[in-house]
């Protein structure tokens, strides 16, 4: 048999829903396994983090060509009708109940417990200055800003995953 | 398939090492379980726990969620990760004589 995984090192750089949930149902199931785990959030990423922001996580419904209605095997959503207004909303909140229903806590809640899961929880120094953000932006489960540098000295024996 | 000898009794176990019978569990073979996990005394807030799987899995055919357990059971993540260290969901639910968790949260 091979080597078990150790350590995981997952970055999260897109702010969309499905671009911050990935990592996060990742970094879970990790320490659920009894893998070290830490996330790293970096660029748009940085919104699953940020306290004005994380709660407002929404689905991208243009420029997404796998976007379908009324469910994932419904239909192809015109590209155009991506944009009326209200659609990227009414898009997320079907999927936010898909989620509940699968026990998927939402973002603020995730972060929560995957902190005391024992994960530690990162922002991309380079990322929080070209946005002007400082450490009261983030939640509390924030463990700090780092640069990259930083980063790989802490994963340090881990598989890094980019999502 | 496999079967091991604990406390003179034979028990038949999964691929993934869990017990193969839900019936054939009580508290002395979940003890049993707790060392061969590294876990040398079951505290009353791990049979918490063990007891909340264990409803929950007859009523529901499965371990329930990590969020469920916390939410429903009393003990916090925190704790969960310290009385079962190393993978609670998995532990756990050797421990309460159940398969391996088949959900992802």
């Given at each position: 048999m091979s080597e078990k995984i150790e350590k995981v090192s997952i970055i999260i750089s897109r702010g969309s829903l499905d671009g911050i949930y990935p990592g996060l149902i990742m970094a879970n199931g990790a320490r659920m396994e009894g893998i070290e785990a830490t996330l790293f959030f970096t660029f748009f990423g940085l919104h699953g983090i940020i306290n004005k922001k994380m709660d407002k996580i929404k689905i991208a419904t243009v420029g997404n060509p796998a976007m379908c209605v009324p469910s994932a095997m419904g239909p192809g959503l015109p590209t155009w009708m991506g944009a009326i207004p209200g659609m990227s909303w009414f898009a997320t909140s079907m999927m936010k109940k898909e989620m509940e229903k699968l026990d998927i806590p939402p973002v603020r809640e995730f972060i929560e417990m995957i902190s005391d899961a024992g994960c530690e929880i990162y922002a991309c120094k380079a990322t929080v200055d070209m946005f002007h953000l400082t450490k009261d932006d983030f939640c509390p489960q924030v463990n700090g800003i780092i640069s990259v540098g930083e980063f790989y000295e802490k994963s340090a024996g881990a598989q890094i995953i980019f999502t | 398939m496999e079967t091991i000898d604990f406390i003179g009794r034979k028990l038949e176990l999964d691929?993934?090492?869990?017990?193969?019978?839900?019936?054939?569990?009580?508290?002395?073979?979940?003890?049993?379980?707790?060392?061969?996990e590294g876990i040398n005394e079951l505290?009353?807030?791990?049979?918490?726990v063990i007891e909340y799987m264990r409803k929950e899995f007859k009523e529901n055919g499965d371990a329930p969620s990590i969020r469920k357990l916390t939410k429903e059971s009393g003990v916090d993540t925190k704790e969960l990760y310290a009385l079962f260290p190393k993978g609670p969901a998995k532990k756990a639910a050797k421990i309460a004589g159940l398969p391996k968790p088949k959900g992802c949260i």
């Open positions: - | 691929a993934d090492g869990h017990l193969k019978n839900f019936n054939d569990w009580d508290k002395e073979v979940a003890q049993e379980f707790a060392k061969l505290t009353e807030r791990h049979w918490i």
